[in-house]
Nanobody, 119 residues
Framework: QVQLVESGGGLVQPGGSLRLFCAASGTFSSINSMGWYRQAPGKERELVARVVNSDSTYYADSVKGRFTISKDNAKNTVHLQMDSLKPEDTAVYYC?????????????WGQGTLDTVSS
């Protein structure tokens, strides 16, 4: 059983910053990628940022230059630093990982954390 535990986030004013943290625990051989998705009210879940194989990063166009993702392979954790936040960044943010378990890659989701950007 693999679990992702998230922390961080909350309420911030426009232009402010938030930092999200996610840690993977349980039994697995390795993690191929870790990242963050978000889902705003009335919208579909979308990929925000991802780290693949510890050195390849991807960012959605809407967050490029404002968000920074970093992964600690030794600790199986991933951080998302969110700067210059906008009201449209308000969403539930979900940690996501692809973990290798018994030679099979399994997708795992965190429980989600609500981040609100509002004055």
């Amino acid at each position: 059983q693999v679990q992702l535990v998230e922390s961080g986030g909350g309420l911030v004013q426009p232009g402010g910053s938030l930092r999200l943290f996610c840690a993977a625990s349980g039994t697995f051989s390795s993690i191929n990628s870790m990242g963050w998705y978000r889902q705003a009210p009335g919208k579909e879940r979308e990929l925000v940022a991802r780290v693949v194989n510890s050195d390849s990063t991807y960012y959605a166009d809407s967050v490029k230059g404002r968000f920074t993702i970093s992964k600690d392979n030794a600790k199986n954790t991933v951080h998302l630093q969110m700067d210059s936040l906008k009201p449209e960044d308000t969403a539930v943010y979900y940690c996501n990982a692809w973990t290798l378990v018994n030679y099979v890659y399994l997708e795992v989701w965190g429980q989600g954390t609500l981040d609100t950007v509002s004055s």
